[in-house]
Structures are given as C-alpha cells and as structure tokens.
C-alpha cells in the first residue's frame, strides 16, 4: 500500500465526495479515483461503495481509513524527529475557533506569537459553524477550537486528537436594571414571560435552551431572535431588555459589562465543553503542541480573571 494512497482514502472519509479530496489534494477527481483504484488492487474486500451518485467507504473501508490515519501519524512523528528541536517549532500554524473564543484568545494568541520570535506564527480564522461542523474543520485547519453542550456525545475520537481547554458555565444575560439584576441567581418561574434572544438551531448554545423548556415543566419559552454572535445578544438585551444565554467567561467584552449582567439558573447546570481538535499528525508536530499549551493557558488566565471581576 502507498502512503499517498492511504491518505486519499482518509480525506474520502472526512470530507465525503472525489470532488472535495481532489480540492483538498490538489488533485483532478480523476487522479483521485485512480489512486482509489489502485488502492483496491491489494485488497480483497471492497473498499468503496456507490450510494446513489456519491462515493462512499464500506465497513473494511472504514477501518483501513483508521489505520491509514496511524500510518500517517507514525510518519508525521518520524518526519519531525530530526527537525523537531530546530525547525518544527517555528512552523506556522494554522488556528480557527468560533466567534467568541477567537474574541476572548485570539489578541493574545497572536500577541504571544509576535513576542516569540523562535515559535510558530500563527494564522488565525474565525469560523461559525454548527456542532457538527467541527469536525470537518479539522481537515483544513492545524488547531480547531471547538465546543459543545455538557451533556452531548464526546468528539469522534478515532477521527480526531481531543485536547480539553475550559469546562464554561453557561448563564442568563440581562440588563443591569432589570428587577431580576438584583438577584445573585434566578429560577425557571423567574424566567416565565421573558423574550429571548437564542442561538440558531443546531448549534452548541441552542440545545441549552431547548434543555431549559423541557426542565420548566412546559412553561413556554419565548424566542424572538436568533443571534449567534454573543456581543450582539449584549447589545440586544443592552437596549431592549430581552434576555438570553451567554458563556460566563467569554461571552461579554468589558464594554458590554457596564450593561449587561450574568446570574446562573437555579437548579440547572448549563455549561460547554472547549477543546482543542487536530488530527493526529498535526498533534505530534512541536509548533502545534506549542500553540495549543498557549491557548490553554490563555483561557485559564481568562476563567480566573472572569472569576475573580
């Protein structure tokens, strides 16, 4: 079996179409099948299935994508194992995160990385996506900030390196002067009658508030507005009084704290996981360990500073 072939195989099955590896390979679809093709060749069991007019992997194709994701790595480590003390530190390294990861780490990140001429440059990009979304980031992006509800599936770990950064509660925003300001925290029957602003369905805030409707015996939920961008929701609730979930760490800049004001939800533990995704070769190299410890780092001082405000 050849290297490249393996890979062709994988980036099939993470990014689901010839058309899409051959942009990702830089290939022709053509060239694409032929390595698919020749692939085959050595194997007995097939590798590969129609279904309807996309190219798709059988079980046996599945698991030699596993392993080929092994083999892959295991190169990536024997690739770096000369270069590593000299070269690999200072390679750039791509990191996408969504909107208020990046608003909360990326200055930082960036800041560290011009302070540190013998590290890795980073190259940052914010992404929106819905949860399942994530994922497929992996395949174009060295370092993928991510997150996900509390109590949702774990990430697919046979298709990605999980490194965990912050466990987020999640609380509800309103405006200072609202009468429920004055309370340290509030209850669902406080919330009765309120309009929300709330994330767009699917993703990793919406489910939160799906989890609340059903945990308030029925009491309707009034969602006016769908807004994803959380100083948006601030500045939302800043003029109007609506109310709505925001992250308690990196969910409002200083600007929107003169206005806007976090209580948790009695007797409702809403919260995020954040991680950091890579694929396992890009995990292996120096500069992505090195950039990845930064934005642990920088989210801990971020928790500990929210915490201590």
Partial sequence: MEVHHLRTLRELRDRGSVTAVAQALHLSPSAVSQQLASLQRGVQLPLTEQRGRVLVLTPAGERLADAGGEVLESLARAEN??????????????????????????????????????????????????????????????????????????WPGQRVHVTPVLQEPIDVAIHREHPLAKQQTVSLPDLVGETWVAAHEGFALEPLLVQAMFASAGTPIQITHRVNEFNLVAAIIAETRMVGLLPRYTGLIPYFREHVVLRPIQSLALGRHIDVLTRPEAQSRVSTRSVIERIVKIAEETRRHAEGS
């Fill in 81 to 154: 194992s000369v270069a590593e003390y000299l070269l690999a530190r200072r390679e750039p390294v791509s990191v996408t995160a969504f909107h208020s990861a990046g608003l909360a780490w990326f200055p930082s990140l960036i800041a560290s990385s011009l302070a540190d001429p013998d590290g890795p440059a980073v190259r940052c990009r914010d992404e929106d996506v819905s949860i399942n979304g994530f994922i497929d980031l992996v395949g174009d992006h060295d370092v993928v900030i991510a997150h996900r509800p509390l109590a949702s599936d774990p």
